[in-house]
């Protein structure tokens, strides 16, 4: 596969004004009749050169320029592209192809998931579907019609508004749809099928009335409310917030079970995996329902930042992505605790993207070249991508930011524009000079922030001097300082924040505020400090860096009692814990007897008897850093150690804490056994608590604790409890108990697939001996299904991703496990495939045996034939 460039940029020789499309859908075959009103493109230069589309996997059947019909002789085609001589510089191009939806397994163009017909375009899906400009700068109108067998497939769905429908014949019918939104043809969607809907409205801003449509398969019908609860919600969100209108009449949702992410923002009618649609009591966990609301609210926020102002080409991806990221994590914190929100997306950052970012696959937001733009839908892109702008919102304020935002959106609707156009409209808005901040956007790595104090008692002055740096990455070697916003706050020993007032300030400003970091070396001095304060560094996780401090033990759980910053008061007690347990390791290593500073013990002893703290606080304080985070922040990750240390540890706490975690447990399931279930923050806090508490408690093998979990297990209206119980009893060594369970609940759940999956995912993440072996087996389960991304990412993702202990056994059987997997699923799926070799790309963070073993894996990967693209580009990339 070739490399593209972000330098060779060229704007599109030819442009489309108008698209109409025909489908003819059948069984065993589709046709695709396309017209394309086409012209020269001005900005292009003089001349008629070769008009070259876009093509692959499909049969030309005719080719007609304006009133002629082309013959072979008249074209050139390759298995990419077709290329034609325009011979004026305005034309008509019609063609006939035939492509074969029921046959692609890549579930990228248009594809059949069950019965149903649906497409997936982006990001260069559309190309399977007919030739075409298939680049999003290239933005037409469409028109299209679908046919189909009337009976099989009642509903014909495209873009926009309907026009018109009519019966065909041999009981066909069809229906066509316009949309005039002009957009490039990644935001095309097609969708036809036996489907049920649930219908409701929203009222604008601007009183226009919007007929919402969430289309599922008829046995799902009882399971869209929340979703349609969280579409109301995310439309008035961004009227208030953005000052965001919706645009057409109409707005549909279609949930299909086979989806190769978690959802797609085609222009009004978005496509989303059944996963993130479908959610009620009895089948989905708090968790599904949160992550259904972020979703929903993230691909409607794409109809501004994505669909109305788009991107000019892939390397801008992070112009919609990162944005809509930042959008739904601010509408999730608005809607729940924003607090629970920031914690959760920081663990995710730092334990996922911080490991992409130090891997072989490292890239800068804006990436300058790729092999394979799939693979390019990444942590950094999305995740870091979302730091991006919420340092710009840290920098501006929230009134500038908002300026900005409405200047973007009004300059550019309607284009097809880079992060450049975004800082610039930013910059003007605000009158803050963004050049040196755009370093966020080409330089990848993880910024590392080195922090010292220093306190001069005669002159009440304390000083701060931060140093940063960046480790070398892929094509890098040398990174320019970033700029680095640092929220902080300053305790002195009562815990009270002072005022802060930097050497030449006439006043203070505040006991929390913003430096600005822009060289590699800086201080900042503050006075009118009459005793030595303990800092409170980078609130909110103000940027995404890992920031260094000495902090003693005491001085954390000083932070954690009394800093005003929720965060900052979780990520004081992460980093006790992380310290404790980095001793933990060191004495596994070391072949000593582990022994836990019983600061932990006492500091969470606090946390659980202060009733005046937010249970979901509750709960994410008492969540050890994960293994995979230890990992990442390891120089070599000791994979036995660090598991054998965490497990110690939580061991130690379930003992010492029984008490109050019981009280707290069982306060909290009394409450879950009076009340029906319902989805909204204060509860999902309560429910994690008793969760959590109840992990725990399983650690001590108390027989009242089993009674409990069972009782749990059965006695319940949700699936949150039901699951949890039945996660709890898997890890646990109650061999009847956990049989017994697993095999009610599949038997009760055997044809929700939803549910499967979180029954494959609870037994894939068990950390148990024997982990390899159960998971090859629940392979042959009559639910599992290697077409079906959804089982794959519960089955084989979780046991690669969260069962570090089993995937990384010590003779390679994961690794093995894993490039099998990998290579049988590029057969059918790349996209899948490549996503899957995430774990095997961390190589360097294990000791020389695992290495050698994973590189060994690569290496047979690469020699197993012909590979597609997207497992090309991340093997050969690794083994770099
Ligand atoms: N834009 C889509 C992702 C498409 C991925 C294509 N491989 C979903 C989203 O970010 O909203
Ligand atoms: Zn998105």
């Given at each position: 596969p070739k490399t593209i460039y972000l330098k060779d940029y060229q704007v599109p020789e030819y442009l489309i004004d108008e698209t109409s499309l025909t489908f003819e859908l059948y069984e065993d075959h589709s046709l695709v009749h396309a017209q394309l009103v086409m012209r020269r493109?001005?900005?292009?230069?003089?001349g008629l050169p070769l008009l070259v589309l876009n093509g692959q996997n499909m049969e030309l059947l005719s080719l007609r320029l304006d009133d002629r019909d082309l013959t072979a002789a008249d074209y050139l085609l390759s298995p990419s592209e077709l290329t034609v001589q325009p011979d004026s510089a305005s034309f008509t191009l019609d063609s006939t192809v035939r492509i074969h939806p029921e046959t692609?397994?890549?579930?990228?163009g248009l594809y059949k998931s069950g019965t149903m017909f649906c497409t997936q375009c982006?990001?260069?899906?559309?190309r399977k579907i007919t030739y075409?400009?298939?680049?999003?700068?290239?933005m037409s109108s469409f028109t299209t019609t679908v046919s189909a067998d009337k009976q099989r497939y009642p509903v014909l769905l495209s873009n926009g508004n309907p026009i018109a429908s009519g019966d065909g014949d041999n009981g066909r019918h069809w229906a066509t749809w316009q949309d005039p939104f002009k957009k490039p043809a990644y935001l095309f969607a097609l969708v036809a099928g036996d489907l049920w809907c649930v219908e409701d409205t929203f009222t604008t801003m601007s009183a226009r009335e919007v007929a919402l449509r969430i289309y599922v398969e008829p046995e799902n019908i009882d399971k869209c409310q929340h979703a349609m609860d969280s579409l109301k919600k995310s439309m008035r969100w961004d009227e208030e917030v953005y000052g965001r209108e919706y645009d057409l009449d109409i707005f549909m949702i279609v949930a299909v079970?086979?989806?190769?992410?978690?959802?797609m923002e085609n222009k009004g009618l978005n496509i989303f995996n059944s996963s993130a649609v479908l959610a009620k009591a009895e089948t989905a966990t708090d968790a599904a329902h949160q992550r259904i609301e972020g979703i929903l609210a993230h691909e409607y926020f794409?109809?501004?930042?994505?669909?109305r102002v788009t991107c000019r080409?892939?390397?801008?991806l992070s112009l919609k992505e990162g944005f809509t990221v930042f959008r739904d994590a601010e509408f999730s914190a608005d809607m729940n605790s924003r607090t629970v929100k920031r914690i959760e997306d920081v663990a995710y950052l730092r334990t996922h993207q911080f490991a992409e970012d130090a891997g072989p696959m490292a890239h800068p937001?804006?990436?300058?070249?790729?092999?394979?733009?799939?693979?390019?839908?990444?942590l950094t892109v999305y995740e870091k991508g979302a730091e991006v702008l919420r340092m710009i919102h840290t920098l501006l304020g929230a009134e500038a930011f908002r300026k900005g935002s409405d200047l973007y959106f009004e300059r550019h609707d309607g284009q097809a524009v880079t992060c450049d156009d975004f800082i610039k409209a930013m910059e003007d808005a605000?009158?803050?000079?963004?050049t040196q901040f755009k370093r966020w956007y080409s330089q990848a790595g993880t910024p590392r922030l080195d922090v010292r104090e220093a306190y001069d008692a005669a002159a009440q002055t304390y000083t701060l001097t931060f140093k940063q740096s960046c480790p070398a990455t892929p094509g890098q070697p040398e990174k320019q300082p970033f700029v680095i916003p640092v929220e902080l706050g300053l305790l002195n020993a009562q815990g009270v924040e002072l005022p802060l007032r930097l050497q030449g300030e006439a006043e203070a400003l505040g006991t929390s505020r913003v430096l600005s970091l822009t060289e590699a070396e800086q201080s900042f001095t503050f006075v009118d400090i009459a005793e030595q304060p303990l800092p409170s560094l980078l609130?909110?996780?103000?940027?995404?860096v890992k920031l260094s401090f000495p902090y003693s033990r005491d001085q954390l759980m000083f932070l954690m009692q009394h800093d005003s910053d929720g965060f900052n008061r979780w990520e004081a007690g992460q980093q006790l814990a992380v310290q404790i347990l980095q001793e933990l390791i060191a004495q596994h290593q070391a072949g000593k007897a582990l022994e836990l500073d019983q600061r932990l013990i006492a500091a969470l002893r606090t946390v659980l008897e202060n009733?005046?703290?937010d249970q979901a606080m509750v709960a994410e304080m008492l969540s050890l850093p994960g293994e995979a985070y230890l990992a990442e922040i390891s120089?070599?990750?000791?994979v036995e150690a660090i598991h054998a240390a965490r497990e110690f540890a939580r061991k130690q706490i379930a003992a010492e804490l029984f008490e109050p975690l019981w009280a707290r447990y069982q306060e909290n399931r009394a409450i879950s056994r009076e009340r029906a279930y319902v989805a909204e923050a204060a509860e999902f806090a309560r429910r994690a608590l008793q969760n959590i508490a109840l992990s725990y408690l399983m650690e001590s093998g108390k027989d009242e604790v089993l009674a409990a979990c069972l009782e749990q297990f059965e006695q319940t209206d949700n699936m949150t409890e039901r699951l949890h119980a039945m996660a709890v009893l898997v890890n646990s060594p109650f061999e009847a108990e956990k049989a017994a369970s697993l095999a009610k609940f599949a038997e009760h759940f055997k044809d929700n697939p939803l549910v499967m999956d979180q029954w494959f995912s609870v037994q894939a993440g068990?950390?148990?001996?024997?982990g390899l072996a159960r998971v090859q087996q629940l392979m042959?389960?009559?639910?599992?299904?290697?077409?079906?991304p959804n089982k794959v990412r519960a089955l084989i993702g979780a046991f690669a991703n969260q069962n570090l202990i089993n995937f990384h056994a010590a003779d390679g059987s994961g690794y093995r496990f894993l490039a099998d997997q990998v290579i049988a699923l590029d057969g059918f799926n790349p996209q899948i495939a490549a996503r899957q070799l995430a774990p095997l790309?961390?190589?360097?963070?294990?000791?020389a045996t695992r290495q050698a073993l994973i590189q060994g894996e690569l290496k047979r990967i690469l020699a197993s034939g012909e590979l597609s693209a997207d497992v090309y580009e991340v093997v050969s990339k690794s083994l770099n």
């Open positions: 493109n001005p900005e292009a230069g003089p692609n397994t890549a579930l990228e982006e990001a260069e899906g559309f075409y400009l298939d680049r999003p700068d290239v079970n086979d989806f190769n992410m978690g959802a794409h109809n501004w930042s994505g669909n080409d892939w390397f801008q937001v804006r990436p300058d070249s790729y092999m394979e733009i799939s693979n390019f839908y990444t605000s009158g803050v000079d963004l609130r909110g996780f103000s940027a995404p009733d005046q703290l120089e070599v990750a000791d068990s950390p148990l001996p024997g042959q389960h009559p639910a599992f299904n290697l077409k079906n790309t961390r190589w360097r963070k294990y000791d």
